[in-house]
């Protein structure tokens, strides 16, 4: 284990990139804000490899712990650490966040500063989310890491954009502040927001039952489940490609690791109580929300709704406590943060060019863009669960624990393989193979060497996944055991 603060390094190191970006000034120095935001997005990730490589598979317990004395009179310390659960999501945040960064490099002309500081200043505080022990540290990364979001979808998203980001921040601020109730009176019964003293606080039922209400609204919110998710497709549609690309990939990854990191091991009697509820929120968002993905007429609120859907699978397995399950939710929450990146990217591929998400608009795309049609499809088949691709491990393995619990939640879990296949295969079908409904489609040029590196960096994520689960699920096996032993103890 390294001696070096590398959780502060992947914290910081991206937030002083931002702020470095952001003293260039405007436009005018525009290449030199890119070329800065690139740097700093490739060093915040890179000292994230360190954390991979000297991971103690062996054992559940925080690695890469920091301690530092913060404000000692509340009992708040700046405490980081990661294990087997938060680890690989660190690594995917600083990763997505270099993709978006180059995503963003010809699109985001006008204030191109701007623009790239937020995602690198959004990247620092969703690791910090990630890697903080402290629950009010927490908190403050929980609701700082609204701010950058909002701007991207506010000042360079689309015509309804102001509304679009006005919901998502009071959609997400609402359940936030039942969150910071919560810590709150766990700082009172415990004397200490350490969140690993939570862990093992004493709590009789109905205190969990309330504690569980109140983290189900702030996370379920971020996830999001249904009935609380109408704000995600207008999110993504009106946001930027590397928004769409942060928000899917990353930023809704934020409500499920908090149902892993505060609702199930602080009010574990909690979840037992309500497991039914949330399986059965989490099959409607499965089958439902993906009928609903079949009605769609535009490609971002296509991918978008099957997010909704593909995060069901994610709660489903929480909430079936079985190794394998929650093990297949953790591995869909990294599937679907390099599947949605890459379907995104793609859709603000076609977007650049033609400056459409309507379906109806395209149609023999291939002809003119095989390239980007042959990562296309890849992708496409992954959302679809096409096994090789990381789409199906998570998928598979939380459908193999649905069927060890109940056969018939397996059975409309397994929905989603049909379900998921129909609406991606037949945006992908319509939109590259069909005849040409636009003649503009004619003249588009295929990707770039820019586009080609991104596409191409997310394919091997998706197919190294999908042939080599082993190196994601070995790092998490023995902190989701610790988990669910945890969650095999009655507290009251």
Not at 17 to 43: E, P, Q, S, Y
Request: one cysteine or more; charged letters at 10%; a neutral charge.
């Amino acid at each position: 284990m390294s001696s070096y603060p590398l959780l502060s390094l992947a914290i910081w190191i991206p937030i002083a990139a931002g702020f470095v970006v952001l003293a260039t000034g405007g436009d005018r120095n525009a290449a030199l804000a890119r070329r800065i935001a690139l740097a700093g997005a490739t060093l915040g990730f890179l000292v994230t490899l360190p954390l991979y490589v000297g991971f103690d598979t062996t054992s559940g317990a925080m690695q890469f712990k920091e301690v530092h004395a913060w404000i000692p009179h509340f009992n708040a310390y700046y405490r980081l650490g990661v294990d087997g659960i938060s680890l690989l999501f660190v690594l995917l945040n600083s990763f997505v966040t270099v993709l978006a960064v180059l995503a963003g490099w010809r699109s985001a002309q006008e204030r191109a500063a701007q623009y790239h500081a937020a995602f690198l200043i959004m990247s620092g505080l969703v690791n910090g989310i990630f890697s903080a022990l402290d629950g009010f540290l927490f908190y403050v990364f929980f609701e700082a890491s609204l701010i950058p979001l909002y701007l991207i979808i506010g000042v360079w998203g689309g015509p309804r954009r102001v509304y679009a980001a006005i919901k998502f921040f009071l959609y997400t601020l609402a359940g936030s502040l039942l969150f910071l109730v919560s810590i709150l009176y766990l700082l009172i019964r415990s004397g200490s927001f350490a969140i690993l003293d939570w862990h093992l606080l004493p709590l009789a039922l109905h205190e969990q039952i309330w504690l569980f209400i109140a983290f189900f609204i702030a996370f379920a919110v971020k996830v999001p489940m249904f009935p609380l998710h109408t704000w995600l497709p207008d999110a993504h549609v009106e946001a930027p490609t590397g928004g769409s690309v942060v928000l899917a990939a990353i930023a809704l990854k934020l409500g499920a690791y908090g149902f892993a990191r505060f609702s199930l091991p602080i009010a574990p009697d909690a979840a037992h109580f309500f497991s039914w509820p949330m399986i059965a929120l989490s099959l409607v968002a499965v089958f439902y929300i993906g009928f609903v993905a079949l009605a769609q007429t535009d490609m971002k609120k296509l991918v978008a709704y099957s997010s909704i859907s593909h995060m069901g699978f994610v709660t489903l397995g929480f909430f079936m406590f079985s190794a394998f399950s929650i093990e297949g939710a953790l591995v869909q929450m990294i599937s679907h943060g390099f599947v949605s990146a890459a379907m995104f990217l793609c859709i603000g591929v076609l977007y650049d060019r033609m400056h459409s998400r309507q379906i109806a608009d395209y149609g023999g795309v291939a002809d003119s863009m095989p390239r980007f049609a042959a990562f296309f499809m890849l992708f496409a088949m992954a959302n679809a669960g096409l096994p090789a691709t990381s789409g199906f491990v998570g998928e598979f393995m939380v459908i193999l624990a649905a069927v060890q619990f109940k056969f018939w939640v397996a059975f409309i879990a397994a929905s989603t393989l049909i379900l998921g296949a129909a609406y991606t295969l037949w945006m992908y079908g319509r939109v590259i193979f069909m005849a040409v409904a636009n003649d503009a489609v004619r003249a588009l040029t295929d990707i770039s060497r820019r586009e080609f590196l991104i596409l191409a960096l997310l394919a091997l994520c998706v197919l190294g996944m999908g042939l080599y689960p082993h190196a994601f699920t070995r790092v998490m096996h023995v902190s989701v055991n610790d988990l669910l032993q945890h969650l095999a103890v009655q507290k009251y």
